[in-house]
């Protein structure tokens, strides 16, 4: 009887979300694309990747995911041999194949497997993985004039002196744990910090302060995010001074406004920190501002790239 | 012309050590156990696993790898739904299946991957994977009385306060790091040490120094090994006295004897760190002693159990 059950329940199939993927040389179908339990990716987390995503047709920032990913690759001591336009052409052509307006993409390298289970990393042959689902948020557009409930968590992000936080990694037990206290406490997310109480990033996004001074975001010990470098870019053109800077936890709280930056979902504001609210508690005239322009870019061809273009 | 020789490379086929796997209900071939890429296992590295051996048809110890498996499991919020004799005839399965009389058996629990790529954790239905390999080692029988050529690497390990050390995980990259440096400069494999430079544990093993005192091993920031803990035990079987205590790197090349411990290997003579010698610079005899009644211990009924056995 028992054992029935159990089979039964584990032999409900995986399902997936709508998307498409490419491995070992060809475009295949998302729920095919699977990678043995012996890859290094899995067994040791040993890989690296990023995200893109496209939005409306067309690739936000894609030349700086890219840079990122070989930077991190070559990083891990394994180049990613696939050359920057072939690259492009495999994203590209998954969003195609998932036939998705607005699309997650992500790239990915493992170290791979060796023949015999041989636990020299130098051994392996690594394997390049992409595949685009639909767009997702960490906050819904929907939510924006709520923002961000946000835990700090007592669990440390996993330190620069461990794991180069520039590499994007998969290490995420501590952000998930993490997640779990948040969730909890009734919070929507978590944010970690370090052993001196400053705080760094959350699950999948970097943080911005804006106070008198102007804008902050943490100097060091996060992933440099793409979308981070954005809202830099953007505060440059507006003329918003800012300044890379530890942020202790105090600081944080006392912020005029706070924002989440990702690329699962842009700019997003934080108006509570572990049920405190910052500011105003609504969004505030910065935030509003950078998110605005930030969509606004998504049509500017000198930073996006459309889909369709890309398969020519 | 490019594309072609790119595809060519990519088309290989993954070659796969003998061996056997069990997923989703039922046994299949190694080559066939693969997770989907979504998998949250691999996204994020949100799984545990444990790994027993099999030495000449019998499990070692296998009740403590269970133990482990299940609190790890638990602290990680995703129970393990298999219960121990069913795990049991599992395991024993894959090494039946894949006709090992010596067998490296791992058994994976991952988070699962949510239908709509849901980024909540408590979404995601747990994956159960188990998988047997031929045993392999850390150092090699034959290697024994050079023993290991260990560099202590600037890479500090994830401390305790990211990951609970004590839940088996496959966050590795700062060993994998850390085998890189090693490598580099000539040696078999990397210590990584804390933020205050004790001592701590290399890739898949933990590490116990003789001195005028006793045996002593880290008290913390490492995993709690199931083989470190069978030296404990052995140890006051001897009747030898030990210390759970920091190890300095000092007190370490002060030490009189040297060894790892780990499953893939079971007690390996260290008989260099950062090319110093350790005492007389073979094996000690307290680490023979040890590593000749743990080899014992594999045909005793109180400490193994039969895979046939296992599976009547």
């Keep these: 009887m028992f054992f029935y059950n159990f089979r039964r329940q584990n032999l409900n199939e995986d399902i997936f979300p709508n998307g498409a993927a490419w491995m070992s040389g060809k475009f295949i179908k998302l729920s095919e694309a699977r990678i043995p339990v012996l890859d290094w990716g899995f067994l040791r ?41 072939k690259l492009k052409q495999i994203l590209a052509g998954c969003v195609k194949n998932a036939g998705l307006e607005n699309a997650y993409v992500e790239m990915i390298q493992t170290r791979g497997m060796s023949q015999n289970f041989d636990r020299d990393p130098r051994k392996s042959k690594p394997r390049f993985i992409a595949f685009a689902v639909p767009f997702g948020w960490i906050l819904k557009p929907e939510e ?58 959350g699950p999948g996004f970097n943080i911005f302060s804006v106070d008198e001074i102007g804008l902050g975001t943490p100097d ?27 942020l202790s936890l105090q600081k944080l709280i006392s912020s005029k406004e706070l924002f989440a ?37 998504h049509t500017d061809p000198t930073w996006t790239s459309s889909v369709e273009d890309l398969l020519k």
């Design 144 to 201: 924006f004039e709520k923002g961000l409930d946000v835990a700090v968590s007592n669990i440390k992000r996993i330190p620069h002196s461990s794991i180069d936080s520039t590499i994007k990694n998969y290490h995420w037990l501590d952000l998930v744990i993490g997640m779990f206290d948040a969730y909890d406490r009734g919070h929507n997310t978590a944010l970690l910090t370090d052993e001196e109480n400053n705080v760094l990033e």
């Design 45 to 85: 987390s040993d890989a690296t990747y990023d995200v893109a995503h496209v939005w409306k047709g067309r690739f936000f920032c894609l030349d700086k995911h890219i840079d990122r990913f070989f930077k991190s690759a070559e990083k891990l001591r394994m180049p990613c041999l696939i050359n920057r336009n």
């Design 261 to 297: 930056t990702s690329t699962a979902g842009g700019i997003m504001p934080i108006t509570k920190i572990n049920g405190q609210s910052i500011g105003t508690g609504i969004p505030g005239e910065i935030t509003r501002k950078l998110h605005k322009i930030y969509w606004d870019k």
């Design 220 to 246: 060091r010990g996060v992933l440099e995010g793409i979308t981070r470098q954005t809202v830099i870019d953007l505060a440059k053109e507006l003329n918003l001074p800012f300044n890379l800077k530890q």
